[in-house]
């Protein structure tokens, strides 16, 4: 991530954009924050689905905002109907930068205290960051390795920079 693969005690505020199954690498990170009770780093997800019943690991988050309440928060959103009209009283919408600001720490500037982290499908990611580029095929024929490209969308709007960012 930015040229390190640590996470704990890296960062002051870790935010997570999780679209959908995008969840799943972004509650490792989640666990290897919390576990460490020396690392006061805060994180924030929003955890972004078409359906209620389409919440991944939903337990286990509302269990460990329950745990850590001043260090981890959830907000859910919902893009479609939410298993029937009038019956989920949470946040809809794909999302925009008042989500953004609302939902996950506020940009730092760059002044690397923060760090955000998008994870979904490609236009998931897009949408929210920008695209994630590949480096030329290796020699082998086998795709080359993922580049983060510039920030757009959704963050780039909210006012984050790029070395803010990393997009899976």
């Known amino acids: 991530f930015h040229g390190s693969p640590a996470i ?6 870790i935010g997570l954009v999780a679209g959908g199954t995008g969840v799943a690498p972004l509650v490792q990170i989640i666990r290897i924050v919390l ?3 020396a690392d006061p780093t805060t994180v924030s997800l929003l955890s972004v689905n078409r359906r209620e019943d389409d919440i991944l690991m939903r337990e286990e988050l509302d269990r460990l905002a329950a745990e850590h309440p ?3 928060r959830v907000t859910y ?7 029937g009209e009038g019956q989920w009283d949470g946040r809809r ?3 925009d930068a008042g989500m953004a600001l609302e939902a996950l720490p506020p940009p730092a500037g ?6 955000i982290f998008v994870c979904g499908t490609d236009g998931f ?3 929210w960051a ?5 480096a030329p095929p290796l020699a082998d024929g086998s795709k080359g390795p993922k580049v983060q490209g510039a920030l757009t969308g959704i963050l780039r709007r909210a006012g984050y920079t790029e070395s803010e960012v990393f997009k899976y």
């Not at 959103?77 to 939410?82: K, Q």
């Open 77 to 83: 959103t919902l893009t479609g109907a939410g298993g």
């Open 70 to 72: 001043g260090r981890f």
């Open 125 to 127: 990611v897009d949408t």
């Open 35 to 37: 576990d460490d009770p």
């Open 93 to 95: 919408g794909r999302g």
């Open 110 to 115: 760059g002044d690397g205290s923060t760090m």
């Open 130 to 134: 920008g695209p994630v580029g590949r």
């Open 8 to 13: 704990s005690g890296r960062w002051d505020h």
